[in-house]
């Protein structure tokens, strides 16, 4: 009877229709395909041995992708830049891809499982399927042309009634629903409804339009790291509950590993910075 080792090698050769072992009067020895199978199956067997501590990796989120989104005025928060980097030296085995857009064009990327997450100024709890992590607010401020009257002379914070009179460049609305809302709430309260001459699609834009001299915007004071020149800023009074929430959007559906990895290091930062 012959040995199952033997029986095993015929039953390739047979399977494989080539010769495999090359029969000695003593012994035998691989023919090149022999020696080609064997390369091959000692690469298969390493690859079964990681396949498992790939897999652990996976589900404990230290490996992975994680697409990321946010808007143009998030993206200028030092937050949300300090979060990234730190998650990506933290896991640097998670793929991350990064993506900016509009809250409804982010909205939609969530909702179409295009993105993982997304850093956005408006809440989504009324959107079937989010749901959103309320991460800081942070207060708005005016941004002025040099050489506006209002620019000069005080750094005093400047009462919202008093821009009154003035033309507002605004963001369009669908591209920022949350702040657009929240400065014309804040404006009706104060008494007087904004006289909105420009609209821009992102805020970048919105501040580009100030510099050129055609009217003053409301924007979150971490905008003012842009550096734009030709632009002025002054904080506001007078204008309670006037401030820029920014928030994680992400699916209720079952996160990834690597999602609920980002979301604790998220909520762990947002609580230091809170105390």
Partial sequence: QQPPLTRLLR??????????????????RP???GRALLDEARIVLARAEGIADVVQRVARGEQGRLAVGFTSSAAHHPFVSTVLREFRETLPDVDIVLDEAGTGELVDALLHERLDAAFVRSAVQGTAGLLADTVLEE??????????????????PLSLRRLAGEPFVLY????GP????????????????????QEAPRLPGTLSLVAAGLGVSIVPASMRRMNTEGVAYRALKD???????????MRRAMPSPA??????LVRQKAALQKR
């Fill in 239 to 249: 204008c309670p509950g006037l401030c820029a929430p920014l928030h994680l959007a």
């Fill in 31 to 33: 023919t090149d395909a």
């Fill in 178 to 197: 949350g702040l657009y809302d929240a400065i014309l709430a804040a404006c009706m309260a104060a008494g007087f409804s904004p006289h909105v001459k």
């Fill in 11 to 28: 039953g390739l050769e047979a399977e494989l229709g080539v010769l495999l072992m090359q029969r000695l009067p003593r012994g035998v």
């Fill in 259 to 264: 999602l609920t990895r980002f979301r604790e």
């Fill in 172 to 175: 369009r609305r669908p591209a």
């Fill in 139 to 156: 207060p708005m401020v005016v941004a002025l042309p040099r050489g506006h009257a209002f620019a000069t002379g005080s750094e005093a």
